[in-house]
C-alpha cells in the first residue's frame, strides 16, 4: 500500500468509533502497510537457526488448483515436485506457500500479514518468545476454546447443537478450527492470541 493511504488507513481509524468498536479492522487495515518478509526468509531461518528444532515446525501450501491448503512437515522429503531438491520445502515455488507453524500456532501467514518469525508485522512477536511461550499459549488456547464451547452449549438447546454438529461433522468441527474461523471472521481474535 502506498505511504499516503497508510496514513489515511491509519487517520479514519483513529477519526472514526470504528477504533473503539472494531480494532481489529483498523490493525487489518493498518497491517497491509507493513512490508511481510518472504517466505523464503522463513525456510533459511528454519534451516540455518541452530537454536531452533526445525522438526516442530510445518508449512503449508496450495498444491496446484485445489483449493485447500496442503501441510507437510519442515522437514519432509519431496515426493511431489520433479527435480533435484530433495526437501518438499524447497522444491515448493515461494509464491504457493501460505503459511508456517509451529506446533499448532501461527508463525507466518501470507494473506493474514502475520510474522512472528521476524517480526515484520509489527505486533513485536518473534519467534523466540513463540518458542519459550508455546506451552503457554496453548493451554490459553484450549481454555478458550472450552469456553467457547460452554457459551455455545449455553445458547443452543440439545436439538440445535445436535444439528449443528451433524451439519459440522464433515468438516473440522474442533474447538481450534471454531476459534480460527472466529478469528477470520474477525470475531475472536482475543481468544486466538
Same mark, same amino acid.
Given at each position: 500500500?502506498? *505511504? #499516503? %493511504? =497508510?496514513?489515511? @488507513?491509519?487517520? &479514519? /481509524? !483513529? +477519526?472514526?468509533?470504528? $477504533?473503539?468498536?472494531? *480494532? #481489529? %479492522? =483498523?490493525?487489518? @487495515?493498518l497491517a &497491509? /502497510? !507493513? +512490508?511481510l518478509?518472504? $517466505?523464503?526468509?522463513?525456510?533459511? %531461518?528454519?534451516?540455518?537457526?541452530?537454536?531452533?528444532?526445525?522438526?516442530?515446525?510445518?508449512?503449508?501450501?496450495?498444491?496446484?488448483?485445489?483449493?485447500?491448503?496442503t501441510?507437510?512437515?519442515?522437514?519432509?522429503?519431496?515426493?511431489?515436485?520433479?527435480?533435484?531438491?530433495?526437501?518438499?520445502?524447497?522444491?515448493?515455488?515461494?509464491h504457493r506457500?501460505?503459511?508456517?507453524?509451529?506446533?499448532e500456532?501461527?508463525?507466518?501467514?501470507?494473506?493474514?500479514?502475520?510474522?512472528?518469525?521476524?517480526g515484520?508485522?509489527?505486533?513485536?512477536?518473534?519467534?523466540?518468545?513463540?518458542?519459550?511461550?508455546?506451552?503457554?499459549?496453548?493451554?490459553?488456547?484450549?481454555?478458550a476454546?472450552?469456553?467457547?464451547?460452554?457459551?455455545?452449549?449455553?445458547?443452543?438447546d440439545?436439538?440445535?447443537?445436535?444439528?449443528?454438529?451433524?451439519?459440522?461433522?464433515?468438516?473440522?468441527a474442533?474447538?481450534?478450527?471454531?476459534?480460527?474461523a472466529?478469528?477470520?471472521?474477525?470475531?475472536?481474535?482475543s481468544?486466538v492470541?
Amino acid at each position: 500500500m502506498p *505511504p #499516503h %493511504r =497508510c496514513l489515511i @488507513a491509519l487517520a &479514519s /481509524c !483513529v +477519526a472514526s468509533a470504528a $477504533a473503539s468498536l472494531m *480494532p #481489529h %479492522r =483498523c490493525l487489518l @487495515a493498518l497491517a &497491509s /502497510c !507493513v +512490508a511481510l518478509r518472504p $517466505a523464503g526468509d522463513v525456510l533459511q %531461518r528454519l534451516e540455518y537457526d541452530r537454536g531452533l528444532d526445525a522438526s516442530r515446525f510445518s508449512f503449508f501450501f496450495r498444491d496446484g488448483q485445489n483449493p485447500l491448503k496442503t501441510g507437510a512437515p519442515f522437514d519432509a522429503p519431496n515426493d511431489r515436485v520433479n527435480g533435484t531438491e530433495r526437501r518438499l520445502a524447497y522444491a515448493i515455488p515461494e509464491h504457493r506457500i501460505a503459511f508456517f507453524s509451529y506446533g499448532e500456532r501461527l508463525v507466518w501467514h501470507r494473506e493474514r500479514r502475520v510474522d512472528r518469525v521476524y517480526g515484520s508485522d509489527g505486533c513485536g512477536v518473534k519467534l523466540g518468545d513463540v518458542v519459550a511461550g508455546h506451552d503457554r499459549w496453548k493451554a490459553h488456547r484450549a481454555a478458550a476454546a472450552a469456553a467457547t464451547m460452554r457459551d455455545v452449549r449455553a445458547v443452543l438447546d440439545d436439538e440445535a447443537l445436535f444439528s449443528l454438529r451433524r451439519a459440522s461433522s464433515q468438516a473440522d468441527a474442533s474447538p481450534a478450527a471454531f476459534l480460527d474461523a472466529a478469528s477470520d471472521l474477525g470475531l475472536g481474535d482475543s481468544l486466538v492470541e
